[in-house]
């Protein structure tokens, strides 16, 4: 599920993030990259998980890989938090400057009426931003349950 959803949002985070009223090419660039390398760990996260089956053998679990695999879930799944982060913040702050200069002439010039603020669209686009760090976390908790040795090995 995360794997398909992570490359639709990392398309759709590139696409659309220049789209908005509030674009400017420095800060759209920083939200685009930064939501883009979000959807990247969220889909590293997600073929990691894919391929936990992989770790058992003849009904036995390899807790070697099992410990790499639950490590690089949560590398992924802070990777994930740090860049969703970042992005959502530039973002917001890109949405409030852009309210605050709304009655500046040359920004009336340059932008003319469009819709300033929390419009469905920004809002719509925080909630993009934000759905890799919801799956990454997903992934990363499942990981760390279904891969996790029996009692008294770990």
Known sequence: MSII???????????????LPTAT????????????????FCFVSGI??????????????????TT????????L??????TSIISVFFFTGTVSASVKTAHDPVYQQLYGDQPLGYTPSTISYLILLAMP??????????GWVLLR????LD
């Open 5 to 19: 959803s992570s490359v639709v949002i990392g398309i759709l985070a590139v696409v659309v993030g220049y789209q």
């Open 25 to 40: 090419w420095a800060t759209t660039g920083l939200v685009t990259t930064m939501g883009g390398l979000s959807a990247f």
């Open 48 to 65: 990691t998980l894919t391929l936990a089956p992989v770790y058992v053998r003849n009904g036995h679990l390899n807790v070697t890989s």
């Open 68 to 75: 790499r695999a639950r490590r690089v879930l949560v590398t």
């Open 77 to 82: 799944c802070g990777s994930t938090i740090l």
């Open 133 to 142: 760090l919801l799956l990454s976390i997903f992934d990363m908790i499942i």
């Open 149 to 152: 040795p029996a009692r008294g």
